[in-house]
């Protein structure tokens, strides 16, 4: 009796849903854009919180993980050489075409000896 149970308990329960599918990553252009827009987000909290060190710390702290985040997937991006070449191309497209970075470097100066700023001033991503 127990066999014919599970037999059509298992008989009739639904199939098992497939595992949800992994979502496409991005585009380099999308990246790339998301980038600048980390970067002119930089700007702003610098200037805002230009000299007011605690200010600038606690601003700046989201915008350099969200830049760091956003690096990084470029990073893994690059590994694949046709997209690296495709990143390249676009980041060329995007070297300082707001003209920001002189005064990023300006505002950061201002908070120069302060150790949070200096922190997230290391934190910084490369590329």
Known sequence: MKRLALALLS???PAAAPPPARPAPPEPGTLVAELDAG???LARVTHAARG???R??????????RLRATAERIHQMQEDP???KQLVALLHGYDDQHGQADAIVDDLATCRDDPGVR???DAMPTL
């Open 119 to 121: 922190a997230l001033v």
């Open 56 to 65: 600038m710390t606690t601003t700046l702290r989201p915008v350099i993980v």
């Open 11 to 13: 008989a009739c329960a």
């Open 39 to 41: 970067f002119l987000e």
């Open 52 to 54: 007011d060190c605690p």
């Open 82 to 84: 046709a997209l690296a």
